[in-house]
């Protein structure tokens, strides 16, 4: 192999970087193609050597390398004589021939008769041999063995359907005798029959929930534009009203202006009237009081009754400029639509994202005085273990007597998050309940979500039942060691989610309403049960 490359390389021209076709050496020692160095220097001005760059005056004459144009020619037999790319030799990752001796051949098919996987050569028979060539020949599996019987060294071409597995001929007669059997293409049928339609029901339900997601997103998208309308719609009107109340106002001001001001002018003319005759018939006295003759002055003097009147006040009563009635009416209004604003809080939407979730993220310990005798508490009381054995608490009014069950210590209100972890081996309650849940005797009332007062997902591998009533659902969603638990006590929600790592599906949720705190809660079945309220912050 070393010497075979040796001799490619020795015989590549360096331009077109190929085995030398008409191979010629020019006076510096160095060899190409004859078409190769002829058209590289048919495209120079002076000639050189591509390799060594030496220069030559006159374009060299072109001399045929003998010994190269032998090498090419015996390069271009052994090429012919060279076994096809199917008879390489196998690597590792390869499956090889399990018949060829010392150096083994890459494998091309494996039959599933013979257990054995064969070269193109060994394959021959198969392909010549009339019994041989009914033979099922699949691609090369280095998994051959797995369909011989480890009792009975035999091809298991049956399969048990009472235990459920592949066994040979002489099983079907000896450890699963009287069992029911069919041939392993039968049972390949028949899960392959069940298995495509169980896939295409299942494209078909995610078809049609990929469907209603996008008509969720179209309704979604209806709704917030018809809000954005209405609401839109009624701050105009709302703007509309302010704007009438305050054309109101203003065209109020207005009229008690011009009445206040048509009054105060009438009373100005009035004034001005009397000043006039008052200044006339000063003039008039005065040139009275000139005469000597006294009976002429008295009987010409205006009446003192006259002038009694005009030196009466004819502004009889205040005409006030203000208007604090009317703007302690406006100030009244407006404090009153500020403490509507400050007031108005539009309803927070449910969390969508784990990292929205756990900003509402509430920590939960459980409260040693309802504990079970035989639920042990640690890491400050936030594990719960159900042990085999009475620990021994104080009796206590709030202690669950009958029945394995915590709560916490923390009531919830407002809005409340938290997770629980659970041994997936075991089978708990993950509630929510009231205070005043029953504690003592073997009443079923007393457990989670058996009464009115309290609801309750039950965990177990592989299922989940929610509890409220003593009625039970079932609920269908991932599995997962670990429940999120979600509380909004104004809105009346409660919501169970399955969390595995940031992402949460929906298990189940609660519409009602909550009318006292509530206080978290866990009930066990059997001794080694365990769960851990998750510490979110």
């Known amino acids: 192999m070393a010497q075979k490359a040796l001799y490619e390389e020795t015989i590549t021209c360096s331009i077109c970087l190929e085995i030398m076709k008409d191979p010629v050496t020019i006076p510096c020692g160095h060899s190409y193609c004859r078409d190769c160095i002829q058209t590289h220097w048919d495209q120079k001005q ?4 591509p390799q060594c760059r030496e220069c030559f005056v006159l374009r060299p004459i072109l001399v045929k390398s003998t010994v190269l144009a032998n090498i090419v020619e015996e390069l271009k037999k052994a090429r012919l004589t060279e076994p096809p790319a199917h008879h390489c030799y196998a690597v590792p990752g390869d499956v090889s021939c399990d018949v060829c001796t010392g150096r083994k051949l890459k494998a091309v ?3 599933l008769q013979c257990v054995v996987s064969y070269c193109e050569t060994h394959l021959q028979p198969h392909r010549d041999v009339e019994v041989l060539q009914k033979h099922q020949l699949v691609a090369p599996s280095d998994k051959l063995q797995e369909n011989l019987c480890s009792l009975h060294n035999e091809v ?33 049928d028949q899960r392959q029959t069940q298995l495509k339609s169980l896939l295409l029901q299942s494209l078909q339900d995610k078809e049609t929930d ?74 008039e006295v005065d040139t009275l009081s000139l005469t000597p003759d006294h009976n002429q002055f008295i009987l010409r003097c ?6 009694t009147t005009w030196t009466e006040s004819m502004v009889q009563t205040e005409i006030r400029g203000d208007y604090e009635d009317m703007m302690r009416a406006v100030s009244v209004l407006r404090d009153k639509l500020q403490f509507t604003l400050r007031e108005f809080k539009l309803p927070e939407l449910e969390p969508c ?20 005798a035989k639920l042990s508490l640690s890491d400050q009381n936030r594990t719960v273990t159900h042990v085999d054995k009475d620990l021994g608490y104080p009796d206590d009014p709030e202690r ?4 394995c069950q915590v709560m916490s210590r ?77 509380l909004d006590h104004s809105a009346g929600t409660l919501s169970f989610y399955s969390v595995n790592g940031q992402s949460m599906s929906l298990l189940h949720r609660v519409h009602t309403t909550f009318t006292q705190p509530l206080f978290a809660g866990l009930r066990f079945n059997k001794s080694g049960d365990t769960a851990h309220f998750i510490k979110l912050k």
């Open 400 to 403: 669950f007597g009958r029945w």
């Open 353 to 372: 994202t784990r990292e929205h979730f756990i900003r509402y993220a509430q920590g939960i310990t459980m409260d040693p005085k309802t504990a079970h």
């Open 210 to 283: 990929l469907k209603k997601l996008q008509q969720d997103a179209q309704d979604i998208s209806h709704s917030a534009q018809t809000a954005l309308q209405q609401s839109g719609d009624m701050f105009t009107h709302m703007v509309l009203l302010l704007e009438e109340r305050r054309s109101e106002v203003e065209q109020q001001i207005e009229s008690e202006h011009k009445t206040k001001l048509s009054q105060v002018q009438d009373l100005q003319d009035q004034v001005q009237r009397v000043i006039y005759e008052l200044k006339r018939t000063i003039s």
């Open 109 to 111: 098919s494996s039959c």
């Open 156 to 188: 298991k071409k049956l399969f048990c359907c009472t235990d459920q597995q592949l066994i040979c001929s002489l099983c079907s007669v000896d450890q699963h005798k009287g069992h029911e059997t069919v041939s392993s293409a039968v049972e390949r």
């Open 46 to 49: 002076r000639y050189s050597c």
């Open 410 to 486: 923390e009531s919830l209100t407002g809005r409340c998050y938290w997770e629980v972890e659970w041994s997936a081996d075991c089978g708990v309650r993950i509630a929510v309940s009231y205070r005043d849940i029953k504690r003592q005797g073997n009443f079923t009332e007393c457990v989670f979500g058996n009464n009115d007062k309290s609801w309750a997902l039950y965990c177990e591998k592989g299922r989940y039942l929610f509890w409220f009533h003593h009625v039970k659902s079932m609920v269908s969603g991932p599995f997962s060691s670990r429940i999120g638990v979600y």
């Open 302 to 307: 205006p009446a003192l009754s006259t002038l």
